[in-house]
C-alpha cells in the first residue's frame, strides 16, 4: 500500500492561502487518480478536487476558481493551491490515491481560517 503524508496546514486569516502537499511513498505518475478531501467538526468528510492520470480535473462548486489540484511527478507529490480562504474551508484535509487498484489515504493534516 501507498504511504501518503499530507503537510502545508495551519493558521491562516481569511482572505489567505496556503498550499497543502501530499507525499507518496511509491510514483505519482503510476497513480490512476489522486484527489484532496476534507472534513469539518461534526460534518462527513467530502471530497474538495480530484486529478486523473490523464491530467482531468475536478472541483467541488465551494472551491472552484479558488483552490488549484496539481501534481509534481519528480517529487511524487500531489499538491492542492487554496486561495481566497474563507472561514468555512476550516477542516481536515485528506489527500487519497488509488494506485493498482488499492487506494490509499493520509492521515490529514489541519487548516484553520480565522475571522
Known amino acids: 500500500q501507498v504511504q501518503l503524508v499530507e503537510s502545508g496546514g495551519g493558521l491562516v486569516q481569511a482572505g489567505g492561502s496556503l498550499r497543502l502537499s501530499c507525499a507518496a511513498s511509491r510514483s505519482i505518475f503510476s497513480h490512476n487518480y489522486m484527489s484532496w478531501h476534507r472534513q469539518a467538526p461534526g460534518k462527513q468528510r467530502v471530497l474538495v478536487a480530484s486529478?486523473?492520470?490523464?491530467?482531468?480535473?475536478y472541483y467541488a462548486d465551494f472551491v472552484r476558481g479558488r483552490f488549484t489540484i496539481y501534481r509534481d511527478d519528480d517529487k511524487n507529490t500531489l499538491y492542492l493551491e487554496m486561495n481566497s480562504l474563507e472561514v468555512e474551508d476550516t477542516a481536515v484535509y485528506y489527500c487519497?490515491?488509488?494506485?493498482?487498484?488499492?487506494?490509499?489515504w493520509g492521515r490529514g493534516t489541519q487548516v484553520t481560517v480565522s475571522s
Open positions: 486529478l486523473s492520470s490523464g491530467g482531468s480535473t
Open positions: 487519497y490515491g488509488v494506485r493498482a487498484g488499492v487506494d490509499s
